[in-house]
């Protein structure tokens, strides 16, 4: 018997028969003699229904409040939940998050993770009841509702993993695992068996959209088994012992013929990005802080970094990207200190992809970045800014080639389906 903690996220759960159907899973887990935790998100767009209800209401709104409202869409598929194990004959009970309780700090919609009470939900688990935990929420220390921000039932999920000294945590989502790449853009891209938590944070990092990056970090940190796996199953498909899912495991689990597999395992396309270029820099000490102090203080994530050389009249262009999402701010910043930072003109550019090649093998095999650029060249496409880490390379190209570049980088590195 292990003792197991399922996530179900917002598309598992949009609506009575998904329910139901999550439902049954976890039935079948809990039949196969596991001890059987499960956190769940709120139903798919109800927790962006419930952000505009507080927009219109105050757009000044108190962020404990805020708290209140959006923490409840989580409560409300818990309870469904529960009642759905019910009326399948199975004993199942709701614990929200101030009643675990499940500590963070006082960070309301972004808050951290502290502790996790977990005395009474053992015993519970243990008597053969499945505890159904709303995913995202918690408790301060001054005894309000917060949130983990968006995204955070992932977190959750593995701090209740943790927490309970849990053997794994599947978190069951729309797709049955992580891909070598997109399937959408390579039809010949592999389901991945194994995947490191470096490189499962690698690939987060850089597009991947199957598990959040705080979640990884957070599972890499506590040592906790992740399993990545489809809600989207038959009735009568095996447990998820069976079913053939992605692990996210440490180093050890990969060791001797595996770490062989592939140099890379994966390459990833973030379309998110954005490049800012600023001509005519005066190449002089304190230039560049004088760039990415004001961004940071504004909490603007900068990515990739290019310093041209210095020209003839000791000037030089900086590049850089920031998230589509942020690039009118970093515009907006940057030019209301044009004269401060002392550049001449301010180019942005929104039409731009990072792809980036993600592996464990990079630390052992030399050539594997020249491999990239050469493939890319060969087809003609431009790499405008480059990035790399102990693990991953990342290229920054145009936006119209991010197709035919993710294709020919997998199939240069060995990753296509036979």
């Known amino acids: 018997m292990a003792r197991i903690v399922m996530k179900f996220g917002g598309t598992s759960m949009a609506g009575t028969e998904r329910i139901r159907n999550v439902a049954g899973i976890v039935k079948r887990q809990q039949e196969a003699g596991h001890e059987v935790a499960v956190v769940v998100s709120a139903m798919a767009g109800e927790t962006d229904r419930l952000v505009n209800f507080c927009r219109e209401a105050n757009p000044l709104f108190d962020p404990a409040e805020y708290d209140v409202v959006v923490s409840s869409g989580e409560q409300v598929t818990a309870g469904l939940l529960a009642l759905t194990l019910q009326a399948l004959g199975c004993q199942a009970r709701s614990w929200l998050g101030w009643q675990m309780p499940f ?15 977990t005395e009474r939900l053992l015993a519970s688990m243990g008597s053969g009841e499945i505890a159904v935990i709303p995913g995202f929420q918690g408790l301060s220390g001054e005894g309000r509702v917060t949130t983990l921000g968006r995204g955070g039932s992932d977190t959750s999920a593995v701090a ?40 499962m944070l690698e690939l987060a990092s850089v597009g991947s959209k199957v598990l959040q990056t705080r979640s990884v970090g957070l599972a890499m940190k506590e040592g906790v088994r992740v399993q990545v796996l489809s809600s989207f199953v038959e009735d009568d498909s095996p447990s998820a012992d069976e079913l053939p899912g992605t692990l996210i495991v440490g180093d050890e689990e990969l060791e001797g013929s595996d770490m062989e ?66 690039l009118a701010r970093a515009q907006a910043i940057l030019e209301e200190r044009q004269e401060e930072i002392g550049y001449y003109r301010l180019i942005a550019d929104d039409n731009v992809t990072k792809i980036s090649i993600v ?60």
Do not use: W
Request: aromatic share 4%; net charge negative; glycine share 4%.
């Open 103 to 117: 500590h963070t700090d006082l960070a309301h919609a972004k808050a951290r993770i502290g502790t996790i009470e």
């Open 160 to 199: 209740v993993a943790a927490a309970l000294k849990a053997d794994r945590c599947d978190i069951y989502t729309d797709v049955d695992g992580v891909y070598t790449t997109d399937p959408r853009i390579v039809s010949r891209a592999r389901k991945l068996a194994k995947v490191t938590y470096e490189e």
């Open 261 to 326: 597999r592939h140099v890379i395992t994966g390459i990833a396309a973030d379309k998110n990005e954005a490049k800012v270029t600023l001509t005519r820099v005066a190449d002089r000490p304190g230039a560049v802080a004088a760039i990415f102090s004001p961004l940071a203080e504004a909490s603007i994530n900068v990515d990739m970094i290019i310093q041209n050389i210095a020209k003839d009249k000791g000037e030089t262009d900086v590049t850089f990207t920031v998230p589509q999402s942020d």
């Open 359 to 418: 592996g464990v093998g990079m630390r052992s095999h030399a050539g594997v970045a020249a491999t990239m650029f050469s493939t890319l060249a060969e087809r003609a496409i431009n790499i405008q800014a480059i990035s790399t880490s102990e693990i991953k390379v990342s290229v920054l190209i145009n936006a119209d080639e991010t197709e035919l570049a993710v294709r020919v980088l997998h199939t240069a590195y060995g990753l296509d389906a036979a």
